[in-house]
């Protein structure tokens, strides 16, 4: 085994993942704050077995580590890194990690990495002269990512429609990532897809792959017919009046992160039934999202010198 030590703190099944892979790459993997109880086997089912050290506390954790990796999101309130009593190991009982701490008790020189930090966690590092590390930011995990979110959606229409797929109205909002892979699986499915977006480019790339294509302005002031809406825009693009031209029986799968596609006052007076669906590949296939997180991550610590 080398005599790297890191340290993998909080988070869920996809943590758990990663560090069964840092693991298995012979590096020493100090874990605090994870679903062990109800994860571990499932997680050796399919990455095979680790050889992970679970620490009583976070402080043991990071005593020594080269680099501490953080969940996605890194913190939900600002204040503590994401982790609940329901994820800690049944011996502890507290399960709670404050970022005043966690910069206290970071090895000097050690980067952490952290998926969507804050602004309070990203001010706080700049203080303390911590090296802060985004990795949700990278692109190759935004791409890898776009294949358990396409899955994931459709498996949520799937099971709300009433109505197969095949021969079905299905309108996808925003060709990025995300929206070009979810277009083609739902045209492989035999569904009519419309999707709309700003640029020509993607309008007419969304043509040759036998879609339809509308700008999305004009969507919003004439919006077409649909059984379902998928969207993939971080921004208030909907109305009460642009949903007001919908079918009331129209499901909306809210893909993008927030804001979403439309603000909280629309969302109470809109008429169709809607699921936010945001971050997927984490609750539908956390063994490939912990593994797309390895891939990138130990790259990242290659990068910085702390691994060979």
Wanted: hydrophobic residues 40%; aromatic residues 4%; glycine residues 6%.
């Amino acid at each position: 085994m080398s005599n790297t030590k890191l340290c993998v703190l909080g988070g869920d099944m996809r943590q758990l993942t990663l560090a069964c892979y840092l693991s298995q790459k012979g590096y020493e993997t100090a874990l605090w704050g994870l679903p062990y109880t109800d994860s571990t086997d499932t997680v050796s089912a399919y990455c095979g077995d680790c050889s992970c050290v679970r620490c009583a506390d976070p402080e043991s954790a990071l005593r020594g580590s080269r680099a501490a990796i953080l969940p996605l999101p890194a913190t939900t309130d600002g204040v503590r890194v994401s982790c609940n009593s329901a994820n800690a190991d049944s011996n502890n009982s507290c399960c709670e990690l404050r970022l005043t701490r966690l910069m206290e008790w970071l090895p000097k020189g050690a980067p952490l990495l952290a998926g969507m930090p804050s602004d309070v966690m990203r001010a706080m590092a700049r203080d303390e002269n911590v090296k802060l590390i985004d990795y949700y930011n990278l692109e190759e995990i935004q791409i890898k990512n776009a294949v358990p979110t396409v899955e994931g959606a459709i498996a949520i229409a799937m099971k709300e429609l009433p109505i197969t797929l095949l021969g079905s109205e299905c309108t996808v909002l925003g060709y990025g990532r995300i929206g070009k892979r979810l277009a083609y699986a739902l045209h492989a499915l035999g569904a009519n897809v419309t999707v709309c977006a700003r640029s020509e480019k993607d309008l007419s790339s969304a043509r040759i792959a036998g879609c339809k294509a509308l700008r999305l302005s004009d969507y919003q002031m004439c919006p077409c017919v649909a059984d379902i809406l998928f969207n993939t825009v971080p921004t208030n693009i909907l109305t009460i009046d642009t949903l007001d031209k919908m079918p009331p029986k129209m499901l909306i799968i809210e893909l993008a992160s927030a804001p979403g596609c439309m603000d909280a006052r629309t969302q109470k007076q809109c008429k169709q039934k809607i699921i936010r669906a945001a971050s997927l590949p984490g609750k539908i296939s956390p063994i490939t999202a912990g593994k797309i997180l390895f891939e990138s991550i130990e790259q990242i610590l290659v990068q910085e010198g702390v691994l060979p």
